[in-house]
């Protein structure tokens, strides 16, 4: 079992940036993949980032590719999402997801393999 807690979510202003957190519960963090996932009013979750189990791969949605940035840290049970030059159009909640994988070195972009979902933080950003 895991639980996933997200955190550093809040108001921001086109071009800030944000720092999202995603800490995990946990002895075997290690052997997860972790996507962020983000659903904005009215629409579709959808997928944002995502990170192998041992760190070594990324995967990023074309919208947020070149200013988003996945990272963890195993040693923290945590995984981040740095967030760049941040617009209205990043506005959402977002979501981290974790699943068990004996690869480790597997990125899954969709909502499916994921087994473990947080609450979500809410990430606004005002033009």
């Known amino acids: 079992q895991v639980q996933l807690v997200e955190s550093g979510g809040g108001l921001a202003q086109a071009g800030d940036s944000l720092r999202l957190s995603c800490a995990a519960t946990g002895r075997t963090f290690s052997s997860y993949a972790v996507g962020w996932f983000r659903q904005a009013p009215g629409k579709e979750r959808e997928f944002v980032a995502g990170i192998s189990a041992n760190g070594g791969s990324t995967s990023y949605a074309d919208s947020v590719k070149g200013r988003f940035t996945i990272s963890r840290d195993n040693a923290k049970n945590t995984v981040y999402l740095q967030m760049n030059r941040l617009n209205p159009e990043d506005t959402g909640v977002y979501f981290c997801?974790?699943?068990?994988?004996?690869?480790?070195?597997?990125?899954?972009?969709?909502?499916?393999?994921?087994?473990?979902w947080g609450q979500g933080t809410q990430v606004t950003v005002s033009s």
């Open positions: 997801a974790a699943r068990m994988t004996s690869t480790s070195s597997a990125v899954y972009r969709t909502q499916n393999p994921y087994v473990y």
